[in-house]
């Protein structure tokens, strides 16, 4: 609605906008836009030819809000790429110094040209360890990882992710497999030597379609230059890959790290035991370690993020006897970490899981929204506000930031769980249940139950009890001590897969005895278990009373079409759950979901007294 009057749909080049669905589609290929985005495109639409200012954009559809600046350019980056995957081409003309132009498309479009705006692509391969006593690995693993931090923050290039490039058999495959196995169409890859306080690195750039190799350089130096070798390296091949596709000299921002290589050393091991999430002792030795390359440098503030984030995650991944100090001292961390760099990536995804655990989805969503304004490449940007608008209901607009994970990042587990999730709100069943599938082979344990309860779902309830027996191993370790027990197990099978009523009696009974318990750590499984028996009360209560780490994932499994969701929203206490958390004001900014009519609410003054 633009004026209080319906908008038909109209097209754009090859592709077909669909305002009341929030799509720009082109054959059965669509991408879902969110609703002020379409309202960008709107406005572009209506005045089709002509220059439409910023403010006037900014006027109309933000008001006085006041990051609107940095939400219109980021809607403007989304139209491009939307009509540029669709239909490879971008129809959106910036006017330096004014504003858009949505380029005229049938017989007035002749003179006007555009520039293909597909993204090209590149994965950063792990660099090989050269040195002669082969172990300054997390040294090589840490100069990937930040030459792939640095290169997504180029605007035009698309980055295959950390856990699908790190799982890649480098040695094994030759340039063309790799670039075929990520669908990419350029590697980097490298080494690193250290020989005492000397440094070799070594970089490589490669055209994956034929293998040629298009650009190399070697560095030479003192340990303590390993950072400017960072900078330079990623500089080099961001500078290569502009010449070579054709793009504007970007414009990395300068690094802000640690100065100190002791500090430094601490931080890569830290953080690399934090990636690894599973196993009783794997994310408190990175906390350790974490902490180490803080006392040697109080100053760094990537340490503190990770810190924050290590403690935050620890209660989901790891037994603990005092969770709740966990939780304490990540928020600070975290208010270290803001305060050496308010725009830190990591810091604002930790800000807005804080804030979604104190039951404030609203401001939430909204740090969510900042962090991917920031870094619109970022895949753990993307996730978190993908999954935050999930966590409201708004699965179309969350599709195209999944589809996008999904596509630049194909190898790494923990995503195609999420996208699942995604899938089976939108009713997709087979879908997702191959997406659960999928995200097992790849080594996230946790995806076993939703395979399981997709098979159970479908009729083959003694075939999923036989899936989750015969791959109980793969589960993380903090499943299996808690499934340890033959009987156990048993119980939980019966009771999730059979819906066996006095099986689910008793697992209900011990669940409410865990919600009760105040040294007992909740986790989102404890709290989806809930959801599962279809006890709707307990399942709130534990959000409200008892939030786990994990609480967007488990408040977006409530808008699945399934009886068990329903249960949730059809309850005479929602509209109170949803006001605690601060649904509606998210919704009156995002957009009310799909069966949920707006209602007047008392939501702004919580968020006030906030």
């Known amino acids: ?92 003309e910036t006017i330096p110094k004014r504003g858009y132009r949505l380029v005229p498309t049938g017989p007035d479009a002749t003179n006007f040209s555009y520039k293909p705006d597909v993204a090209p692509t590149i994965a950063v391969l792990p660099f090989d360890d050269l040195s002669p006593e082969n172990n300054q690995s997390y040294f090589a693993d840490g100069m990937t990882e930040e030459i792939l931090n640095a290169l997504t923050r180029m605007p ?38 250290k020989s005492g306080d000397r440094v070799r690195i070594t970089a490589r750039l490669f055209q994956s379609s034929d293998g040629r190799q298009l650009w190399s350089e070697t560095y030479d130096g003192e340990l303590g230059d390993i950072f400017e070798f960072q900078d330079r390296i990623a500089r080099s091949i961001s500078t290569e890959l502009s010449q070579v596709l054709g793009l504007a000299d970007p414009i990395l921002p300068a690094p802000k790290f640690t100065k100190d290589p002791k500090a430094y050393a601490y931080f890569l091991q830290g953080r690399e035991l934090v990636h690894k999430l599973n196993g009783q002792t794997t994310i408190p030795s990175g906390i350790s370690l974490l902490e180490r390359a803080i006392a040697v440098d109080p100053e760094f503030t990537d340490a503190h993020a990770w810190l924050a984030l290590a403690h935050f995650i620890l209660p989901e991944f790891s037994r603990t006897t005092d969770w709740e100090k966990h939780f304490d001292l990540s928020r600070r961390a975290l208010e270290k970490a803001l305060a050496l760099d308010p725009q830190c990536s990591m810091a604002l995804l930790v800000q807005a899981l804080q804030l979604a655990y104190r039951g404030k989805l609203d401001q939430a969503l909204t740090v969510y929204e900042h962090a ?37 990042d194909p190898l790494c587990g923990i995503w195609h769980t999420t996208y699942g999730g995604l899938l089976l709100a939108a009713g997709e069943f087979e879908k997702a249940e191959a997406a659960f599938r999928r995200s097992f082979e790849l080594g996230f344990g946790a995806a076993a139950f939703g395979v399981s309860h997709r098979m159970a779902e479908r009729g083959a309830k003694d075939a999923a009890i036989n899936f989750m027996e015969e791959n109980f191993d793969a589960l993380a370790p903090i499943e299996q001590a808690e ?65 786990n780490p994990y609480i967007g994932y488990t408040i977006a499994r409530i808008w699945e079409p399934t009886a068990e969701s329903e249960n949730v929203r059809n309850h ?13 004001v998210a919704w009156n900014k995002y957009g009310w979901p799909a069966g949920i009519t707006p209602w007047s609410h008392a939501s702004e003054q919580r968020v006030t007294a906030a």
């Open 372 to 408: 991917v304004t920031l870094d619109p490449n970022n895949i753990e940007t993307m996730a978190g506000f993908g999954l935050g608008l999930m966590s409201i209901g708004l699965h179309e607009q969350a599709l195209p930031y999944w589809e996008r994970i999904i596509e630049q």
């Open 572 to 584: 005479k206490d929602f509209r109170l759950f949803a006001e605690r958390l601060g649904l509606p």
């Open 156 to 193: 035009d290039v698309a980055v295959v992710g950390r856990t699908s490039s790190f799982a890649v058999d480098a040695k094994a495959k030759t340039v063309q497999e790799i670039g075929a196995d990520l669908n990419v169409g350029h590697l980097l890859e490298g080494s690193l030597r």
């Open 1 to 92: 609605m633009i004026g209080g009057a319906k908008v038909e749909a109209f097209s754009v080049g090859q592709c077909r906008v669909v305002p009341a669905r929030n799509v720009i589609a082109r054959g059965e290929n669509r991408v879902s836009l969110e609703p002020k985005v379409m309202q960008v495109l709107l406005g572009l639409k209506m005045r089709s030819g002509d220059v439409v200012e910023r403010i006037t954009l900014l006027d109309e559809i933000w008001n006085d809000d006041e990051a609107a600046d940095d939400s219109l350019t980021r809607a403007i980056s989304l139209l491009r790429k939307a009509f540029g995957r669709l239909d490879e081409g971008s129809y959106i």
């Open 483 to 547: 499934m340890r027990q033959p009987l156990v197990r048993r119980l939980i099978y019966k009771a999730y897969l059979k819906k066996g009523p006095v099986a689910s009696w008793l697992l209900r009974t011990a669940l409410k005895r865990r919600l009760k318990d105040r040294d007992a750590q909740p986790t989102a499984a404890s709290v989806i278990g809930f959801l599962f028996l279809a006890d709707a009360d307990s399942f709130m209560e534990s959000i409200l009373t008892k939030p």
